[in-house]
């Protein structure tokens, strides 16, 4: 028998934050990356943290900066840290879509995580939350397991509804009763597949996409759930 899914984009949505953001901060901080790295993202960090810019420029200046240098890490070395962070921040999560996996799990759904950072990382972070599968980025790793900062299928990645098809079929579940739940119009693609889209915490794009189809939307901030 097919089995409902749930589709959860990670980021902002379950993490109170991004996985990226925290490691390069935590490679920073170890001294696995040079604190002028951080200068490589500054601007964008500052825009946005200013309401000057948007959050999905300060987010792609981090990507790009840790896949510039990534580059030549040790992958043991990147799966101390990578544990090192979700020990310190695993449980900044929001309640919303913690207890929605819960609800969806105790109702027989599947549930399936998609991501842009590290999948080392989000298959740490989702370990203990009930995820039965995780999609992230796989980064290519070469001789003497150093990394070569190449995403390996980026391409796949990067098309969340890709995803989303390849695992119905391979995982043999059914989109019939399924859920979705995003914050960016990245997430719109997966979100236009699934009968119940949920859009949490939606940034601009995101939300006024949403009005127009017609779609939930709800922002949880401090102690309070809103359903908009």
């Given at each position: ?59 792609n ?45 105790k ?102 996409h ?19």
């Open positions: 028998m097919e089995q409902k899914v749930a589709i959860f984009d990670v980021d902002g949505t379950v993490f109170r934050s991004s996985m990226v953001i925290e490691l390069v901060e935590a490679l920073i901080e170890e001294g696995i990356f040079s604190k002028d790295v951080a200068k490589e993202y500054e601007r964008e960090y500052r825009t946005w943290f200013e309401r000057e810019g948007g959050y999905e420029e300060y987010i200046a981090v990507v790009k900066t840790f896949m510039k240098h990534v580059k030549g890490v040790h992958y043991g070395t990147f799966c101390d840290i990578s544990k090192r962070v979700v020990e310190r921040q695993g449980k900044r999560v929001y309640q919303y879509t913690r207890d929605l996996i819960k609800e969806l799990k109702d027989g759904h599947y549930i399936l995580a998609i991501s842009q950072s590290p999948k080392t990382t989000v298959d740490e972070f989702c370990r203990n939350l009930g995820f039965d599968k995780v999609y992230g980025r796989i980064y290519e790793i070469g001789p003497q397991d150093l990394f070569t900062g190449i995403v390996v299928d980026e391409h796949l990645i990067m098309n969340k509804a890709t995803i989303v098809r390849r695992a119905v079929q391979k995982e043999h579940l059914t989109l019939k009763g399924s859920v979705g739940v995003g914050d960016t119009e990245g997430d719109i693609p997966f979100l236009e597949l699934v009968e119940r889209p949920l859009c949490f915490n939606p940034n601009k794009n995101l939300y006024q949403a009005k127009r189809m017609g779609w939930s939307v709800i922002v949880e901030r401090k102690d309070v759930i809103y359903h908009l």
